[in-house]
């Protein structure tokens, strides 16, 4: 594996990493910012959205518009193609903490997990939500029982949706059932001994790479626990990770010197990129 080079930086908090026709997406969580950027153009990311808040999670609603986790104001933000914002569901009823990443499946129901608590203010930890929205953006809690929900990914030719819990050192799965209900939880992957799991991708031996944000480096893991893979950025906080390029075999790795926002006063933040053997697995197209 080479070592990974510098694609963009003068980021604040990079997350919210995804490839979908040709380009990657990400949110800036400290700058309320998303972009879409064509790594191998040599210009510099295109802001597409701007929203008064920490965006991350992004993902794709059935007629094409963005879908964007807006944390603190616990809002699923639709930004259709023409740029114009509204709300495309509304979480603040269900928690008071803030709302996290998100992935949508085949059947376009987004999948978005809660933090609990507030984190930042460190509060008492307690259970995590996640949240399923219809296509049409009614939502319901459909589990409130982990530990931290953060990046999830659903596996390739698949009903499983696999989600890191941050603070458990694992990755939980679940069977999508038909009405879109998370059943049959179970430990996917217990991770290394101090293991933080945030963003997720997968490839197509769904093998499961993880951003081990406390820890300086990314993860491969298949299920059972397995590491195969590992990449180290020393002191960095890696917050992301996606798999793409013409061959689906670059990953684009996201990292910040801090994911406290009370520490990202510097644009520190940068996305890498590294060749990888396996190439990325496409998510659900609903």
């Not at 491969?220 to 906080?237: F, H, Q």
Request: aromatic share 8%; charged share 25%.
């Amino acid at each position: 594996m080479s070592a990974p080079t510098v694609v963009y930086d003068g980021l604040r908090f990079p997350e919210g990493a995804r490839w979908r026709d040709g380009r990657l997406w990400f949110s800036d969580m400290h700058t309320g910012e998303i972009f879409r950027a064509d790594p191998v153009s040599g210009k510099p990311p295109e802001i597409v959205a701007r929203i008064d808040d920490q965006p991350s999670g992004l993902g794709w609603a059935s007629d094409g518009s963005l879908l964007v986790s807006s944390m603190t104001r616990r809002l699923v933000i639709r930004v259709d193609p023409a740029g114009t914002q509204s709300v495309f569901a509304d979480l603040s009823g269900y928690t008071d903490a803030p709302i996290n990443d998100m992935v949508v499946d085949g059947d376009g129901r987004a999948y978005v997990g809660g933090f609990g608590y507030d984190l930042y203010a460190d509060a008492p930890q307690r259970p995590g939500p996640i949240f399923v929205l219809e296509p049409n953006g009614d939502a319901r809690i459909v589990r409130d029982d982990l530990v931290f929900p953060n990046g999830s990914v659903v596996l390739p030719g698949s009903r499983t949706l696999v989600v890191a819990e941050t603070w458990a050192a694992r990755l939980t799965a679940f069977t999508i059932a038909d009405a879109g209900d998370l059943l049959d939880k179970r430990v996917w992957a217990p991770l290394p001994a101090g293991a933080t799991p945030d963003g997720l991708c997968v490839d197509v031996e769904s093998g499961v790479w993880v951003a081990d944000i406390s820890n300086g480096r990314f993860l491969r893991v298949t299920e059972g626990g397995d590491v195969t893979d590992r990449i180290e950025v020393g002191d960095r906080a890696p917050a992301d990770c996606t798999l793409g390029g013409a061959d689906g075999r670059t990953l684009y790795l996201l990292t910040a010197n801090s994911w406290q926002p009370s520490e990202t006063g510097v644009r520190a933040g940068r996305v890498e990129a590294v060749d990888v053997d396996v190439p990325g697995a496409d998510q659900p197209r609903c």
